[in-house]
């Protein structure tokens, strides 16, 4: 293996540690954080994730507020109990974990949460004001990919990116937040011709569809930066991201691990999200 192994977790450790010393702060002025988790069902990779944003919060000192709902909650019932959370002053930051269940409007549940409250950056007052160059909040998984590849002293202006996957909770938002870094981008999805000539054409490439070690080497540069947001269970249960590992990381200069890469950063990002979200808040 020659790619060097872009490490999510120690950076997001650094960027905790910072966020715990500023909770500390704040709170030496009389100011707590509070961030709500909103699950409706019993997903179990949600349930997963949940926990893990509640350690986060434990460990910096975010008070974390846990609601889980049955997947027989009405849109109405969501909508109400976002209204309370809204209205609540200990709560600076609301997350609806997603998916909902399908009889639930999840635009409609987006819209309802207080913009300044938006700890991923879902709204769409927040998703225009990013797309205009002047973000109060950046999405989580976009922003913990960017930090990471700066942090690891990789340059992005100027390069070519190729984004793989259009979800408005990465690849769109990656494909703006590479742009505002001043690269070259390019977003692939389904429908994109020749998809391998286009991934090959990548200094840098980000791929988030969900579909197990789709990105084989005959889609990678010798020498790219590939990041895998992609998390999915192989046919022997285990965890794969979208990029097959082992044979990518024999030509790529550096890659993500599906484990302890961009899922670190991710949850780092929302703890940040929070943090400024209280001090919007507190102003
Ligand atoms: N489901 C998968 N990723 C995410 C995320 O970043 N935030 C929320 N709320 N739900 C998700």
Redesign the pocket.
């Given at each position: 293996m020659s790619a060097k192994v872009l490490n999510g977790t120690e950076l997001a450790g650094k960027v905790k540690a910072e966020l715990k010393e500023k909770v500390e702060e704040l709170k030496q002025k009389g100011i707590n954080t509070g961030l709500a988790v909103i699950i409706v069902g019993d997903d179990p990779a949600?349930r997963v994730?949940v926990n893990h944003k509640k350690n986060d919060c434990a460990e910096i000192g975010i008070k974390s507020f846990e609601y889980a709902l049955p997947a027989s909650t009405s849109e109405d019932e969501l909508l109400e109990l976002i209204e309370t959370l809204n209205n609540d002053n200990s709560v600076n930051g609301i997350?609806?974990?997603?998916?909902i269940p399908k009889h639930i409007n999840e635009d409609r549940v987006i819209a309802a949460i207080n913009p300044l409250k938006d700890a991923?950056c879902?709204h769409p007052v927040n998703v225009g004001n990013l797309m205009i160059g002047r973000p109060q909040f950046l999405p989580?998984?976009p922003a913990g990919v960017v930090e990471l590849l700066e942090a690891n002293g990789i340059q992005i202006a100027g390069k070519n990116c190729v984004v793989v996957g259009r979800s408005n909770?990465v690849g769109k938002p990656q494909a703006i937040l590479l742009l505002a870094k001043n690269a070259t981008v390019t977003i692939c999805h389904s429908k994109t011709a020749d998809i391998a000539a286009v991934c090959r054409s990548a200094d840098i490439l980000v791929v988030a569809i969900g579909k197990a070690e789709f990105i084989k080497p005959e889609y990678v540069k010798p020498g790219a930066v590939v990041v895998d947001v992609g998390v999915s269970r192989g046919a022997d249960g285990k965890l794969v991201g979208d990029v097959q590992f082992q044979t990518v990381s024999e030509i790529a200069s550096a890659i993500t691990k599906v484990t302890g890469g961009v899922g670190p950063m991710?949850r780092a990002m929302?703890m940040k999200n929070t943090v400024k979200a209280t001090l919007l808040q507190n102003n």
């Open positions: 949600s994730y997350l609806v974990q997603l998916p991923d879902f989580c998984t909770i991710t929302l």
